[in-house]
């Protein structure tokens, strides 16, 4: 295998839409607890190896990217902008994934932005971030039970 042929399975995956999405959920994965880490305990750069820095920046963010993917967030929004998906269909799961981590991403962005206009310490941004995650986990409980109330009443209709 050459380094041209290389080249072109590179180029054939930078042109899938899928590469550029990965991508950037990685780096919505990864970046904000870099960020967390550097602006509330810029010594630990210094002091932690690369992987133990990576892990702890994304250990950040996973447990509310886990928490919006089983609470299926985004399927309640994409039922409300009238895309029908299967939860068990692939493409729609990833569509999951990728959302959450985005939204968990540009989420921990905002409040931390706030965090240091105003000068807020670590657990103001946590309690914020919490509160914030509970209020979109029972929205989506809500909607998700009001859209099972409405699917029951047209089938008992009929």
């Not at 000068?119 to 209020?135: A, N, P, R, S, T």
């Amino acid at each position: 295998m050459t380094v041209f042929s290389n080249a072109k399975e590179l180029e054939k995956l930078v042109k899938n839409k899928g590469f550029l999405a990965i991508f950037i959920s990685v780096l919505f994965l990864f970046t904000p607890g870099f960020l967390v880490i550097y602006h509330f305990k810029p010594n630990l750069f210094l002091e932690l190896s690369d992987i133990k820095l990576a892990l702890l920046s994304v250990s950040f963010l996973a447990p509310f990217v886990v928490t919006n993917i089983f609470f299926s967030v985004f399927d309640s929004i994409s039922y409300f902008l009238g895309e029908e998906g299967s939860p068990k269909d692939k493409d729609h799961l990833f569509l999951e994934v990728l959302f959450a981590i985005w939204t968990s991403g540009l989420l921990l962005y905002g409040l931390l932005f706030s965090a240091w206009l105003f000068e807020k310490d670590f657990e103001f941004l946590l309690k914020l971030w919490l509160q914030i995650e509970l209020g979109l986990v029972g929205s989506s409980v809500v909607i998700d039970l009001w859209r099972t109330r409405k699917t029951q009443k047209k089938t008992k209709k009929k």
